[in-house]
């Protein structure tokens, strides 16, 4: 008699359980979707890399120069680099125990090879790493843009 009154009692609930209907109403602001429409119609656009309008930054590669757990070192090493590579970025990141200087966004990895070979005499241990990069800057003149 027991186990038929568990059993009705737990026929009961799990039917309760599953009876439940809801709605869902989402509260957002209005300019949410007009943005989104014009983030569309940039990417949208016939390929052509337009001035002013944002690029979308995409997985590449970046070298590593240097590795270590001394932090002055780490920055010397950076501004060694900057010296000699004024146009290149460098990017100084902490895993513990280590700090890792990684220059460079370059999209394909043979530019991250090129830029090895030159390297090698200067710095002897490098690596590539695929990571996301920074999108390109571009350069645009102004009387271009009229």
Same mark, same amino acid.
């Given at each position: 008699?027991?186990?038929?009154?568990?059993?009705?009692?737990?026929?009961?609930?799990?039917?309760?359980?599953?009876?439940?209907?809801?709605?869902?109403?989402?509260?957002?602001?209005?300019?949410?979707?007009?943005?989104?429409?014009? %983030?569309? !119609? =940039?990417?949208?656009?016939?390929?052509?890399? $337009?001035?002013?309008? +944002?690029?979308?930054?995409? @997985?590449?590669?970046?070298?590593?120069?240097?590795?270590?757990?001394? %932090?002055? !070192? =780490?920055?010397?090493?950076?501004?060694?680099? $900057?010296?000699?590579? +004024?146009?290149?970025?460098? @990017?100084?990141?902490?895993?513990?125990?280590?700090?890792?200087?990684?220059?460079?966004?370059?999209?394909?990895?043979?530019?991250?090879?090129?830029?090895?070979?030159?390297?090698?005499?200067?710095?002897?241990?490098?690596?590539?790493?695929?990571?996301?990069?920074?999108?390109?800057?571009?350069?645009?003149?102004?009387?271009?843009?009229?």
């Amino acid at each position: 008699m027991k186990y038929v009154f568990t059993f009705i009692g737990c026929l009961l609930l799990s039917v309760a359980a599953f009876a439940q209907k809801g709605e869902v109403i989402v509260v957002k602001d209005p300019l949410i979707d007009s943005l989104i429409a014009k %983030r569309a !119609e =940039v990417y949208r656009s016939s390929g052509e890399v $337009k001035p002013n309008k +944002p690029i979308i930054s995409a @997985y590449g590669y970046r070298v590593q120069i240097f590795y270590g757990s001394d %932090r002055r !070192e =780490v920055f010397n090493q950076q501004s060694r680099f $900057k010296s000699s590579y +004024p146009k290149l970025n460098s @990017y100084i990141t902490y895993k513990e125990p280590n700090y890792y200087v990684r220059v460079g966004d370059f999209r394909t990895r043979l530019e991250a090879q090129r830029l090895i070979s030159e390297l090698r005499p200067s710095f002897p241990t490098l690596f590539i790493f695929r990571e996301k990069i920074n999108a390109p800057t571009l350069e645009t003149n102004p009387d271009d843009q009229k």
